[in-house]
């Protein structure tokens, strides 16, 4: 592959609802991504080798985010490869563009696309390479936040060539995130992540629907696992737990859903989880690799 259409910018497209967008994309969250996309790195390389992806690929990263997957996908694709990371948030994609130059990365391009709405009429918005020439699409975490599905999904169906693969990490039952034997309070709080994302049009349970429809639309199941984990406190995915913890209360008291005294209240319990033993469970993650046929 030697031609790289979208190098040079991000091509504005849609216009986009990165300030709807419920988790936001400020600083702060743009580094917790990399936290937690460096807690996740080495389940994210295993199921891309499972799914075939590798050198000279034509990949797709769909709600790329900062990029933090897409310039391992990069290193993974290399120079003779393409990665097109396509997300709706302008900063992150700003990121993206500049890491991928810092690390003289030619091969990862960024795209500014709203994946909750339909393409252009007559296109899905992706010319280069054509419909149908794209070997694989990665999407983690984008689906839950999606109103609609079918603008997203009708994008895989046609980018992917027969044998691509999709692979996909996303949740299949939010509320199992709990604490014991304490977690009263965070029972609260992840109930009100659930209304809250739900009240945006979002599912955090996505993953128990998205079968049905990938099936519709001529999609094989290939690979299917949970990565549901249950740790003491200092695991690295207790950590990733708690990181989200410091950061997304915050912006569920802005948007005046958690009130201050719920916040005390979570900060007690988790202090007191941490001078007694505590086990802490994920939201209960899937990993599925889909191919199209
Ligand atoms: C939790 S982040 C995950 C980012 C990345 N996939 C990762 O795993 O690190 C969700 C991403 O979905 C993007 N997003 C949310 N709604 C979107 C939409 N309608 N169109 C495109 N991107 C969207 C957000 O901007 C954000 O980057």
Do not use: N
């Not at 998205?210 to 950590?239: V, Y």
């Not at 997304?248 to 948007?255: C, F, G, I, N, R």
């Amino acid at each position: 592959m030697s031609a790289h259409p979208h190098q040079s910018d991000t091509v504005q497209s849609d216009l986009h609802p990165s300030d709807s967008y419920v988790l936001g994309c400020d600083r702060e969250e743009l580094e917790r991504l990399g936290r937690q996309h460096a807690i996740w790195r080495d389940d994210c390389r295993r199921v891309w080798r499972q799914a075939g992806f590798g050198s000279g690929q034509r990949l797709l990263d769909l709600g790329c985010g900062p990029g933090f997957a897409s310039l391992d996908l990069a290193d993974l694709v290399g120079r003779h490869g393409l990665v097109l990371g396509i997300d709706s948030a302008a900063p992150y994609l700003q990121h993206l563009r500049e890491r991928a130059r810092h690390l003289d990365l030619p091969q990862l391009q960024a795209l500014q696309r709203d994946l909750g709405a339909p393409a252009p009429a007559g296109s899905m918005g992706l010319d280069h390479p054509a419909p149908g020439a794209w070997d694989g699409a990665w999407c983690r975490w984008l689906a839950m936040f999606l109103p609609q599905l079918d603008p997203l999904l009708d994008l895989v169906q046609q980018a992917l060539r027969p044998g691509g693969a999709l692979v996909l990490h996303e949740y299949v039952r939010w509320d199992t995130f709990s604490l014991h034997p304490q977690g009263a309070m965070l029972q609260r709080f992840v109930a009100c992540c659930i209304r809250h994302w739900r009240d945006h049009g979002g599912d955090p349970d996505v993953a128990s629907r998205l079968p049905a429809l990938l099936e519709r639309r001529g999609f094989r199941l290939a690979h299917g696992r949970s990565l549901m984990a249950c740790s003491a406190g200092t695991a690295p995915k207790a950590l990733w737990l708690q990181d989200f913890l410091a950061s997304y209360p915050s912006q569920l008291m802005a948007a005046g859903v958690w009130s201050p005294s719920e916040q005390e209240a979570l900060r007690s319990e988790l202090e007191q989880a941490q001078r007694h033993a505590s086990l802490w469970v994920t939201p209960a993650l899937v990993e599925m690799v889909w191919i199209r046929c």
